[in-house]
């Protein structure tokens, strides 16, 4: 019996669903009716059959114009000088280049791989030509500070159709604004149910060679998005590399970049750095006020009296610095000249007064406030904004805690990055046929570790503060080791090893004692 119709049995009595209640519940379909989401922002586009013009039509009316909007909006704040400062403590923290070493920039990390030693050996192989491929050593800073910026990363991977196992020939990095991914949902009628459920969701990207314009309407951009139909190529999903900031709106159908919630105090800064301009423009000068005594003279007489005094009195000589020459302007007002005011007979005579300038022109703090604020949306420590503090190594007991939030937060972005190198090692290893699709997911895929070069002088004081630390704790429980403690005990819970750090430690101070670099009586001694 089918368990929706299927009653309950309670002291003799069954209780079951009414035929109203029946026909109200709505039959479990054999498939899913929600096409499946993830972090990569594309968008989807349904319909019941599968037509390569439809999807183009309602990509450009509906995706191109925000997207293409929203990375000019980035690559435009990106300009501002304090958000490019930002950008650069990130970049720099980032990306580090060795200077006295033959390190690599970046490098892969297989010792979590279960994977023979000669496989080992051919994944650093073509990881390496990766990295040539890509220039990466000359163009790393650069690509970081696009990825970072625009939130997305495209990059066209090559390959000769005629010799697929030769891999990648090239690696081309593609303009964010000219490419768009797309996933189109088929959907099909359950005829168990007659629920509409989802059958298939093919993905692609879409390149246009010109990109879209500011697409307002009848504006030259909206023509352009319009015409995409016609300009855009189709490329597979294996043959584009993406990677995004793994940030999304809170609509979840368009990825953003992390300088998108710094968007609101970057305009109110700039708004607040023009108030302070006209401000000072305005108040700087001191001006003068004219109470003119004009008796019983008419309206008309009045004007016409202290208009001839105006242009007596007036004295605005400009000096032209194309030519060098002095040009009369006393034709022009503005708020700048003197002030004329008349006043009839009865009150006081003709007076001169003066209008002070400005008494506050050199506050600055409103200003510095929003550059702050601009500092903390970007997870920058607001001490590196300000010039005149010194940089000091000192103890870990003397790092700020923005300090090391920047660092957990650089290290973020170095593991959303790293998909970059993933992504691509992965087409190459499957095209040259060294694994399959199932070896890099039962082996690879969350084992593979990309490492970076670091040079975060915080990171390496913090790692010295705590060894130093755990050392003293390993000296004074020395007394205690082979009487209330083991030596296992203290390798496991000060210094942190796990099973197969012990192991490898003990197997090198054996070798150490057989040949000879170690006492074995001090050791002995030690037990």
Same mark, same amino acid.
């Given at each position: ?120 050996? !051919?994944?650093? *192989?073509?990881?390496?030509? @990766?990295?040539? %491929?890509?220039?990466?050593? /000359? +163009? ?129 800064? !700039?708004?607040? *750095?023009?108030?302070?301009? @006209?401000?000072? %423009?305005?108040?700087?000068? /001191? +001006? ?140 190459? %290893? ?98």
């Amino acid at each position: 019996m089918d368990d929706r119709k299927q009653g309950i049995k309670l002291f003799g009595f069954e209780i079951n669903r009414t035929k109203k209640d029946e026909e109200a519940v709505t039959p479990i379909p054999s498939g899913s009716v929600v096409p499946p989401t993830d972090d990569d922002g594309s968008g989807y586009v349904t319909s019941p059959a599968y037509h390569y013009g439809m999807h183009l039509d309602i990509y450009a009316d509906l995706q191109v114009k925000d997207h293409a909007d929203l990375i000019r909006k980035y690559r435009a704040m990106a300009t501002q000088p304090e958000v490019d400062m930002a950008i650069e403590e990130i970049v720099n923290e980032a990306i580090v280049h060795p200077q006295y070493d033959e390190s690599k920039i970046v490098d892969v990390n297989l010792d979590r791989v279960e994977v023979s030693e000669s496989i080992r050996n !051919r994944v650093k *192989e073509e990881f390496d030509y @990766i990295l040539k %491929l890509m220039s990466f050593s /000359e +163009r790393a800073h650069d690509m970081f500070r696009n990825w970072y910026i625009d939130g997305r990363l495209y990059h066209h991977l090559v390959v000769d159709k005629d010799n697929l196992k030769a891999g990648i020939k090239e690696v081309r990095h593609i303009d964010s604004l000219k490419m768009r991914k797309v996933k189109h949902v088929k959907k099909k009628e359950d005829k168990a149910t007659g629920v509409t459920v989802v059958d298939k969701v093919d993905e692609f990207y879409i390149y246009t060679e010109k990109a879209p314009g500011n697409c307002g309407p009848g504006s030259a951009g909206a023509q352009g998005a319009q015409d995409i139909k016609g300009n855009a190529v189709r490329l597979s999903n294996d043959s584009v590399s993406y990677v995004t900031s793994g940030l999304l709106d809170e609509m979840r159908s368009k990825v953003i970049s992390h300088l998108h919630k710094a968007m609101r105090p970057i305009n109110q800064l !700039r708004m607040m *750095e023009d108030s302070l301009i @006209i401000y000072r %423009l305005a108040r700087a000068p /001191e +001006r003068r006020i004219f109470y003119v005594d004009v008796g019983n003279l008419p309206k008309g007489k009045a004007e016409a009296y202290i208009n001839t005094l105006m242009s007596r009195y007036r004295n605005k000589l400009v000096y032209d610095q194309s030519t060098g020459e002095l040009k009369d302007q006393r034709k022009h007002m503005s708020m700048l000249d003197d002030f004329w005011l008349p006043r009839r007979e009865g009150g006081r005579g003709t007076e001169v007064s003066t209008l002070p300038g400005g008494s506050n022109l050199g506050e600055i703090d409103d200003i510095k406030y929003f550059q702050r604020k601009v500092y903390q949306a970007l997870n920058v420590p607001v001490s590196r904004l300000e010039q005149e503090s010194a940089y000091s190594l000192g103890r870990a007991t003397e790092i700020t805690r923005e300090e090391i939030k920047f660092q957990k937060f650089v290290t973020n972005l170095r593991l959303r990055f790293a998909k970059l190198f993933t992504g691509i090692l992965r087409q190459q %290893l499957i095209l040259k046929g060294i694994i399959t699709d199932s070896d890099w997911v039962d082996h690879f895929h969350n084992m593979i570790r990309i490492e970076f070069y670091k040079d975060n002088h915080y990171t390496e004081l913090k790692d010295a503060e705590v060894m130093r630390e755990r050392l003293n704790l390993m000296d004074q429980s020395a007394q205690y080791v082979g009487e209330y403690i083991s030596r296992d005990w203290v390798m496991k819970n000060i210094f942190r090893f796990d099973d197969k750090e012990r192991e490898a430690m003990k197997k090198e101070i054996e070798k150490e004692i057989a040949s000879g670099e170690v006492d074995p009586d001090k050791h002995e001694d030690d037990n």
